[in-house]
């Protein structure tokens, strides 16, 4: 569903420019392969596809203060409440970005990101919208050029239909996937973090699902 607009957004963001890159900021080729630069030290970097409201991203850096982590959202108005949660737990380790993703390979350089996360993503459920999926082979060919090898992808949906045609996908690239669930919050693991969404629709009863994809 199209969120309203708020204008008020563009101006009220750049409180967090010191790690936000907003709508009218250039992302430009100068950062690609820089991102140790720009953290300021050598450190995994870890990358979440949409990051939404920043509940997964902001609960992920506070837990691991030795990993850099950059959160890539499409929608600045929902950025920005990603920004709030940063700021308000005083992250260092984060940068956030307003970009669209199937740009990706400006940003970043060939074996510069360690890990990528997909939470949620829309599931494009028609047919001929297939390609434009993140878990399709076409995204997942970019994936492979910017991981580091051995890489990994995590990624979690509700949407059965997507997990089962990306477990597919994961297998046209011959890509080994581990550690998949079906069922993910029967399991009660105790490291799980989840997303405004993931909360939401699992107290509706829908099931999570979850694997890792490893880019050897």
Same mark, same amino acid.
């Given at each position: 569903?199209? @969120? ?9 963001? =750049? ?113 001929? =919208? ?15 050029? @910017? ?6 992808? =995590? ?62």
């Amino acid at each position: 569903m199209r @969120l309203r607009r708020k204008p008020w957004v563009d101006e009220a963001i =750049h409180e967090f420019d010191a790690f936000v890159i907003s709508r009218d900021q250039e992302i430009g080729e100068e950062k690609k392969g820089k991102w140790a630069e720009i953290f300021g030290r050598q450190a995994p970097l870890h990358v979440e596809l949409g990051t939404g409201k920043g509940d997964f991203i902001s609960q992920l850096a506070e837990r691991n203060p030795g990993i850099n982590y950059i959160g890539i959202e499409a929608q600045q108005d929902v950025l920005y409440s990603a920004a709030k949660k940063i700021a308000e737990k005083e992250l260092t380790n984060v940068r956030l970005l307003v970009f669209d993703i199937n740009n990706i390979e400006n940003i970043f350089a060939e074996d510069e990101v360690d890990r990528f996360y997909i939470n949620f993503c829309d599931p494009w459920p028609k047919k001929r =919208h297939a390609k434009r999926r993140l878990t399709h082979v076409g995204f997942l060919e970019k994936y492979r050029r @910017l991981l580091k090898k051995p890489g990994e992808l =995590h990624f979690k949906t509700d949407n059965r239909p997507l997990f089962d045609f990306s477990l597919e996908q994961f297998e046209e690239a011959k890509l080994p996937v581990r550690d998949v669930s079906f069922d993910l919050h029967a399991e009660n693991r105790p490291d799980n973090i989840m997303t405004e969404y993931e909360r939401k629709f699992s107290g509706f009863g829908e099931k999570i699902n979850r694997c890792e994809v490893i880019f050897p």
